[in-house]
């Protein structure tokens, strides 16, 4: 990846929203709403950010869920879209 976050960021790869159930039943409302659910794909050094010391939770490869509203969209490829984002936006990690 030819991207790295400063600060407290972190880049996120948002995962795709299931079109179909288990079972095979077409949800057909899923493309309208982006999920909320990414992939973090880099992660800020941390440290003194506006005066406070911050400690990096994230790493590469967790599956998080976000903010509906939080940060910077952006287009690296033709086809791949990344997300950068305070880690303060993160509000949980997927286990």
Do not use: F, H, W
Not at 27 to 53: C, F, T
Request: glycine residues 10%; aromatic residues 4%.
């Amino acid at each position: 990846m030819r991207l790295q976050p400063l600060g407290d960021r972190v880049v996120l790869k948002q995962l795709t929203a299931e079109a179909t159930t288990k079972s095979g039943i077409v949800l057909p409302g899923q493309e309208k709403e982006k999920p909320q659910q990414a992939e973090v794909v880099a992660v800020g050094p941390g440290g003194m950010v506006d005066g406070k010391e911050i400690a990096m939770c994230v790493k590469v490869g967790d599956k998080v869920i976000y903010s509906k509203y939080a940060g910077t969209e952006i287009k690296l490829d033709e086809d791949e879209n990344y997300i950068i984002v305070k880690q303060s936006d993160i509000l949980a990690i997927l286990q």
